[in-house]
């Protein structure tokens, strides 16, 4: 999904929601290669993300530790067509259709479909997993079953992650401060930022101040109930048929109800649009995120704090992992090779240093690991790093080919249709779960 999540790159090179994955054994021989064959020959990536992983964020985290490690590849990155290369092909499927060559995908799980699957790129790695006894165990048990789910039933597995979307609340405390209100803290649920959003919807003078910003497309995509958007077996949308997005919508809907937004156009509440009132204007106090590290050439000119994302009363649950995977193509004549490359980029070793750095948000579930996160970087000195990973995933939901985060978008529009009286929540749910099982038909070819 290229909702400009956010993949940023500062200071060292500070990345957060990148691709891929990889492969290594927890102990002893993790990160080993093959030394057998040294023939030289080059790896080229492309991603799903050109702003994020432009060439030189990729030299940085990934090229020249991969030159120290296996000097007889090379490696490269491409894309689609950018303001900064436009003389490359418009997408995916004209890069391919020019005979050029794709080695590795990297893209996140809500973008795996139409970089890999909708071009029969995907190639199951199942049988290196077994031949190098890769251990699985290293991500969080939510994780490894997205990335078995991806591929279906019984059909291995496609990609291994390598990072995670950040899944936290960040927070304004200039506007906390402003206001005498309490800073936020981990474990919140949902409730106690409902009822802190309610004592920030304040004006001083002509600045309107807005207690939270809400991104409807992600959340709803990782909901922390496990609800699917596409039904696995019938195909269809469940926005019309299971009663809990009913109160999922009418439970978000209420945090507008408030006058403040009542001064706000309904294009001035997309994500985009909240995303600009925390970082850029300064007047939103709380942005709960799933998919964005934010970082502070972003946050500049304000104070801002971090802590876990809200929960919902009675659980611990957190999102669904968000990973950013990396997929080895069935166009791969290095395949095998191509896995020891990854299990490099999994291994303790490099995950560790990525991490000092702020690279990246690790996908393993060692705590030392995640623990490090930015402890190299300024601009993470004091933060609460640990916010970025949720106490525990809630349990990932069928993500197929043709079930990817796009379908957020018609949740997010039905939100909107009630908070803006188009239609009742009932109403907008069965209008939109129309034009999903449409669109279904439409990507079927029927």
């Keep these: 999904m290229n909702n400009k999540t956010r993949m940023s790159l500062v200071g060292t090179g500070l990345i957060a929601l990148m691709v ?4 290594s054994k927890e102990g002893g021989s993790e990160g ?65 259709a020019s005979g050029e060559r794709i080695d590795v995908v990297l893209a996140s799980a809500g973008t795996a479909y139409e970089y890999v699957m909708k071009n029969q790129l995907q190639l199951d790695i199942s049988p290196y997993i077994k031949k190098y006894e890769y251990n699985m165990n290293r991500f969080p048990d939510a994780i490894v079953k997205q990335a078995e789910s991806m591929a279906g039933s019984g059909k291995g597995i496609m990609g291994l992650p390598f990072a995670v979307a950040p899944q936290a ?11 005498g209100v309490s800073y936020p803290k981990d474990g919140m649920t949902w409730d106690d930022v409902y009822q802190l959003s309610k004592r920030l919807n304040r004006k001083e003078g002509e600045t309107q101040y807005f207690g939270f910003g809400f991104n409807a497309l992600h959340e709803s995509f990782l909901n922390q109930w496990s609800m699917p958007l596409l039904d696995q077996t019938t195909v269809k949308s469940t926005l019309d048929t299971n009663p809990r997005w009913t109160d999922w919508i009418n439970y978000f809907v209420r945090f507008y109800s408030d006058p403040a937004y009542a001064t706000l156009k309904r294009s001035e509440l997309s994500w985009t649009a909240e995303v600009k009132r925390f970082t850029h204007d300064h007047t939103s106090a709380m942005l709960p995120t799933v998919t964005s590290l934010y970082t502070d050439i972003d946050l500049q000119g304000m104070k801002w704090g971090v802590v876990s994302h809200p929960v919902f009363a009675g659980t611990d649950l957190g999102p669904q992992p968000y990973p950013q995977y ?25 995950q560790m240093q990525a991490s000092q750095k702020g690279h990246f948000l690790t996908s393993l579930k060692d705590p030392k690991i995640r623990a490090a996160f930015g402890q190299n970087e300024p601009q993470f ?42 239609s009742d929540t009932n109403t907008a749910l069965r209008k939109w779960a129309e034009e999903m099982n449409q669109r279904v038909l439409t990507l079927q070819g029927k």
Excluded at 36 to 52: N, R, V
Excluded at 169 to 179: A, E, Q
Excluded at 328 to 347: P, R, W
Excluded at 388 to 411: E, Q
Aim: proline residues 4%.
């Design 20 to 23: 891929v994955s990889a492969c």
């Design 32 to 96: 080993s290669s093959k030394t057998e064959d040294k023939t030289p020959f080059e790896l080229i990536f492309y991603t799903s993300d050109p702003a994020g992983w432009a060439q030189d964020k990729f030299d940085l985290v990934f090229k020249e530790a991969l030159k120290q490690k296996f000097p007889w590849i090379t490696v490269k990155i491409t894309s689609s067509k950018t303001t900064e290369n436009p003389e490359l092909p418009a997408s995916v499927e004209e890069y391919l």
């Design 169 to 179: 609340l960040y927070y304004n405390v200039d506007i906390f401060d402003k206001f």
């Design 326 to 350: 990396l997929f080895i193509t069935s166009m791969n004549k290095h395949a095998e090779d191509t896995f020891q490359v990854l299990n490099y980029l999994t291994s303790e070793e490099f």
């Design 381 to 422: 000195q004091g933060k609460n790093v640990q916010a970025f990973w949720p106490k525990n995933y809630a349990d990932a939901t069928w993500i197929g080919d043709l079930n990817g985060s796009g379908w957020g978008a018609r949740v997010s529009s039905a939100m909107l249709d009630v908070i803006f009286n188009v």
